[in-house]
């Protein structure tokens, strides 16, 4: 007598995606709508190609970087563009580190921590980070100019409310990607809201908020040095003054010392996130 069969399990029912170029492909669609908006940025601008790549225009860029050499390379000078350059890091190094501070506090009452937050705060608070990070550095800058006067603290201050709106919303999206089984595991047990950030969440994203930290840190140099042209301080407050004088010598010196002060912290970022996922 045969052995009655098992029925087969249904397979399951895979969605195939559409064909390239289909009318149910959003992603094409999407990718020519982009390609559409780059081409009528080129149309309607009014873009002078063959005045940028003619003969004259070569020659007037080639003396004018030709003015550049040699450097300044006087004691007296070195010594002012070594404190200009102490001044831009720990403008930079101070602007990140309060910002990453207010970025966090912030970041919690705007970011839904558990499925079962009610987050009464989060579209207020996300609204603040919008406005600080919609308003440049310099504009801050230009503003504090009034109330904290020229200086690296008007500059400080420009960084770090700049740099708080972006940490902000960054650390917020890492705290609510976080992934849910260690809270929800410590939540069964009783343990309370904090304490499940402490002990769950936060170790968790720590090494994406200190990634963040780091890259802003990389950013806010450059910042910085843009930053002193308003007269907040630092190697851009030398740049300005020396390049509208026509300084040109100097102005080299100053642009060397913020391209190696670049380098510098791009290494020690490097070195550090090597050292955050060994």
């Known amino acids: 007598m045969p ?6 399990a249904a397979n399951p029912p895979y969605k195939l995606p559409p064909p390239l170029f289909d009318a149910r492909c959003k992603a094409c669609w999407f990718t020519l709508g982009l390609i559409v908006l780059v081409l009528a940025s080129f149309v309607s601008l009014d873009l002078q190609w063959a005045q940028f790549f003619s003969l ?43 910002a990453a501070a207010a970025g966090l506090l912030l970041a919690l009452p705007a970011s839904r921590l558990h499925a079962a937050d009610p987050a009464y705060a989060r579209a207020p608070t996300r609204l603040l980070l919008n406005a600080l990070r919609s308003i440049p550095e310099l504009v801050w800058a230009a503003l504090l100019l009034i109330s904290a006067g020229l200086g690296p603290l008007a500059g400080t201050l ?3 409310l700049h740099t708080s709106g972006v940490l902000g919303r960054l650390f917020a999206e890492a705290l609510e990607n976080a992934p849910p089984g260690p809270g929800e595991a410590l939540r ?16 968790q994203v720590l090494p994406q908020l200190l990634s963040y930290t780091l890259y802003r840190w990389e950013n806010n140099i450059r910042a910085a040095a843009v930053l002193g042209v308003v007269g907040a301080g630092g190697l851009g407050q ?13 102005t080299a010196t100053i642009l060397g010392a913020m391209l190696a002060l670049v ?4 290494v020690l970022s490097y070195a550090s996130r090597r050292l955050m996922t060994r």
């Open 3 to 8: 052995l009655p069969m098992k029925p087969q």
């Open 56 to 98: 004259d225009a070569a020659r007037s860029m080639g003396r004018f970087v030709g003015e550049f050499f040699p450097p300044d390379l006087s004691a007296p000078f070195l010594r002012k563009v070594a404190t200009g350059t102490l001044e831009t890091l720990a403008m930079s190094a101070l602007g990140t580190i309060l």
């Open 158 to 160: 420009a960084l770090a």
């Open 188 to 203: 069964a047990q009783g343990v309370g809201d904090a304490r499940v950030l402490l002990y769950a969440t936060l170790p």
């Open 238 to 250: 030398l740049l300005a003054f020396h390049m509208g004088l026509f300084h040109m010598g100097k």
């Open 263 to 266: 380098a510098l912290v791009d």
